[in-house]
Nanobody, 133 residues
């Protein structure tokens, strides 16, 4: 069992920045390098949307069109088993609950990111992001 803990959410003004962290842990030895890890956003009344995913073992990233060029996903270099989502040039439509998900990479990263149901095995509880002036 893998536990995912998100942090870093909060409130920002349009054009501002936030940085989200997804820290993974397990009672047994494991490495995030074996998993595809992604950030998924859910706004009120909408379905959960895959916005960015990473496979550190493959050196591959995926971004939705809505965040491409503004968000950057990466593996933390100073802390083990942590994925970071750097969000710049935030817009009001970025508002929502951000969930971290992880699943064993069994198909393309893009497919797992766009269709996370059944692909991601573990989920965090989410962290809220509000972009408002």
């Amino acid at each position: 069992q893998v536990q995912l803990d998100e942090s870093g959410g909060g409130t920002a003004q349009p054009g501002g920045s936030l940085r989200l962290f997804c820290a993974a842990s397990s009672a047994t030895g494991f490495s995030l390098d074996d998993y595809a890890v992604g950030w998924f956003r859910q706004a009120p009344g909408t379905e959960r949307e895959g916005i960015s995913c990473i496979s550190t073992s493959e050196g591959e990233t995926h971004y939705s069109d809505s965040v491409k060029g503004r968000f950057t996903i990466s593996k933390a270099t100073t802390v083990e088993n942590t994925v970071i989502l750097q969000m710049d040039n935030l817009m009001p439509e970025d508002t929502g609950i951000y969930y971290c998900g992880a699943g064993i990479l069994f198909t393309t990263l893009e497919s797992m990111c766009v269709h996370p149901t059944g692909a991601m095995d573990f989920w965090g509880k989410g962290t809220p992001v509000t972009v408002s002036s």
